[in-house]
């Protein structure tokens, strides 16, 4: 759980309860001022732990877990974080509440500091299997289910959703949706500032056509004071971040922080008041070598930790030569940390370089 700088273990009376409680929600309630979106094939356990190396203090996402893979399938690979993670989210799919408030529980036991229900997603496997945001059209299910899932765990239960579906997309139907989930007790309500279109387009078309409309979300804020807003789609600079925090709670970054993340860098300092050194870029792919070697030992390849490093130099002189030395190098059998400090060095100062050689030395 996220450290409040209470132990859990030691909260006896209900008194402390309450205390740590309280502690807990301000805590992660602080770090959702800042958020990274939940991304199939992207936010797993090792882009998160990379992510963290980065900052200390965002509230990281896992990707969409269905409630059936939960309850059937291997919890440890579906749902094991290292501790360094934290504050960290669940986002589970799924639209029965029974399912779902299992799942909870088991997120809440797995050390998960939210939950959160996917109500935004658009791909045809997520609305065969009737949940995402075909959801939308049913508010007072979404209801059913964020209140089973509230009353299986103490640790918040979000959503994440859009801003309306197909022909449901008027702001009158919005807030039908926000206040008819509200019912439930959430008070945590994420928005991609875009309606997704169920047929027709595909999901990366649903994240690039229909425009965004952030006015949308604000006025959800003013007309829901009491809620916590965050909002996310196309948020790309910590600018435009601090420029949202004038206006809603949160601000939830995917894509940007994925292909460049080292936009990140100064995110601590800027919304949560650190005051420790930036590391660089090198200093981060440094101190990530140790977490690689420790996986590639239990049997992971190099190029399922690679490819969320690709991004790292994005932006600098050499970013298309370390791009390529990874591309052509981290898939071959046998791959281990070597090929990410050669390319560290390919795109390194001299000074850079002795990283490198204290590194293996
Ligand atoms: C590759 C990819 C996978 C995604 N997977 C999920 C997901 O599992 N759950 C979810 O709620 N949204 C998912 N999204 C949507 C993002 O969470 C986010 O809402 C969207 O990308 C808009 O934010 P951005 O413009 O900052 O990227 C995904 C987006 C991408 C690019």
Redesign the pocket.
Known sequence: MINTGINPKRVGCPCDRLVFLLSFYMAIGRSRRFSI??????TDRHERYFLRLISKRVLLYT??VATGAIIHGDRTRLLGFDPIEHPIAL?VGGSDPADLALCAQVGEDWGYDEINL?V??PSDRVQSGLFGACLMKEPERVRDCVGAMRDAVNIPVTV?TRIGVDDRDSYEELVHFVQTVAESGCRIFAF?ARKAWLQGLSPKEN?EVPPLSYDIVYRIKRDFPDLDIVI????TSLDEVAGHLARVDGVM????AYSNPYFLSDADHRFFGETRPIPSRHEILHAYLPYISDQLERGTRLHHIARHLIGLFAGQPGAKTWRRYISENAYKKDAGIEVLEAAGELVGSPDTRRIYALASS
Do not use: L, S, Y
């Not at 996310?232 to 948020?235: C, K, L, S, V």
């Open positions: 979106a939940p991304m199939m094939d992207c990707e969409m986002q996917n935004g997603c994440k991609h994240r996310n789609g196309g948020i970054v995917g894509r940007e």
